[in-house]
């Protein structure tokens, strides 16, 4: 529930860090992605749900409206902490009903992710009981991971099916996102990633899985409106290069936006997939340097995932520092999901970006932020504070922006803003 009645304004005062992240409606690439906004001794003056103004603290109470009706205006004292936009999670599979406790202490003994998932384990197993869960008990799940999200600082959340793998089942989590979706003040951009793994029952059938995600699946969900985006997890154990853009071809058809999952464990090349216009590409760890320059030039943004090789216990991370420095756009989200990032929180990815990707602290919130909205091509309204944007944002309980990937684990949100609206 909201902490306060509707109010028509809200001024949030006393904001010692002010991170607007203001500038160009388009992804931040290179030294761009360091430019954060910062404006000390700050206020913003929300209404209607959006932002009217944000800046210097004393140049907006000496505004003649401001001063005017002061009364009607709900007041929050940050005393002097840091206000941010509120984080974008741009990349979450938060429809799945157990956590995967087995593969997690057999991973500890030394076996690998693509071995885990050759002996039963991994996506297939959440599969099982994705498949005997109801829709009712899966969007109770889908809106506790919503909340904790929002907890820590997040307002706008990608969410993905992709534990159904049938027709009726990849309907019903797309309803389980919806129905949690309604219940949440933030945002929600939901996701069908029904080319996820090829079902056990489509074993050495994976075309013919395919034909049914395309004729089946993408129009139905089309139709029904119960998706913005189209997924594939393109990957040595996934999908073909092939079998990928017979998907993102078809979700265009359908007039539906395409991302993919590609260059987690085998490279793929990209410029094919890039034909189908992709929001964004994910995880890129492993992505050909040919490509790093064919994406400097585009607008898919690479989305960083470094909750996933934290989990999984890797050495290596995406080399975000060569991607940034080409001028590829860059984004973080916590990729939460049962069997490699199991973590609602973006100020933890936000310091595995920093201390493990070596971006810096100003980067890691661009990335988390405006560049997040772009990799959801919502940019227009969210992603950074601006009069005419939507009024969400996440105050930490800091005095320097710099402490958020500081204090690892330790969630420092004190207060959210959505659309205007105080929430705890
Ligand atoms: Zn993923």
Not at 38 to 47: F, K, P, R, T, Y
Not at 224 to 251: H, I, M, N, P, W
Not at 407 to 415: G, H, P, V
Request: charged share 25%; with cysteine; proline share 5%.
């Amino acid at each position: 529930m909201p902490k306060n009645s509707p109010t028509p304004y809200l001024l949030l005062a006393n904001i010692g860090q002010l991170l607007t992240l203001r500038g160009q409606g388009a992804p931040r690439r290179g030294l761009d992605l360091q430019e954060i906004g910062l404006i000390e001794n700050a206020a913003v003056l929300c209404g209607g749900g959006k932002v009217l103004a944000a800046g210097s603290q004393r140049e907006l109470l000496r505004d003649p409206w401001v001063r005017m009706n002061r009364k009607k205006v709900k007041e929050l004292d940050c005393q002097g902490r840091v206000v941010i936009p509120g984080l974008i999670d741009c990349h979450t599979h938060p429809v799945f009903a157990e956590p995967r406790l087995v593969d997690f202490e057999k991973r500890i003994s030394g076996a690998g992710y693509e071995e885990i998932a050759a002996a039963g384990g991994g996506i297939r197993s959440s599969v099982a009981v994705v498949r005997q869960s109801s829709r009712g008990e899966l969007s109770k799940k889908v809106l506790m991971a919503l909340n904790a999200m929002l907890e820590q600082g997040t307002s706008v959340v990608e969410a993905k099916s992709g534990y159904g793998l049938t027709l009726e089942d990849e309907i019903k989590s797309l309803e389980a996102i919806r129905d949690a979706a309604r219940q949440w003040p933030g945002e929600v951009v939901p996701t069908l990633l029904a080319a996820h793994v090829v079902p056990q029952e489509y074993a050495g059938k994976a075309d013919e899985y395919v034909k049914k995600v395309c004729d089946e699946m993408i129009p139905l969900v089309a139709k029904k409106k119960l998706a913005k985006y189209v997924d594939v997890f393109c990957d040595r154990g996934a999908f073909t290069q092939e079998q990928s853009e017979k998907v993102l071809a078809t979700a265009r058809k359908h007039g539906l936006g395409t991302r993919a999952h590609v260059c987690q464990f085998t490279s793929a090349k990209l410029k094919p997939l890039l034909e189908h216009q992709p929001a964004s590409f994910d995880h890129m760890d492993c992505v050909q340097p040919e490509d790093i320059s064919l994406l400097a030039r585009g607008e898919t943004v690479a989305v960083l995932l470094p909750g996933a090789n934290y989990f999984l216990g890797y050495k290596e991370y995406p080399d975000a520092r060569r991607l940034i420095e080409a001028g590829v756009p860059v984004a973080l989200a916590t990729d939460y999901n049962p069997g490699t990032s199991p973590t609602p929180s973006m100020p933890f990815v936000i310091s595995l970006a920093c201390t493990h990707m070596k971006m810096t602290p100003a980067e890691a919130i661009g990335a988390a932020t405006i560049n997040a909205a772009c990799a959801l091509r919502l940019q227009e309204r969210k992603g950074s504070l601006e009069a005419g944007k939507d009024a969400d944002m996440a105050v930490f309980d800091v005095k320097d922006y710099r402490e958020i990937a500081y204090w690892f684990a330790w969630d420092r949100c004190a207060e959210m803003v959505v659309q205007g609206e105080l929430w705890v």
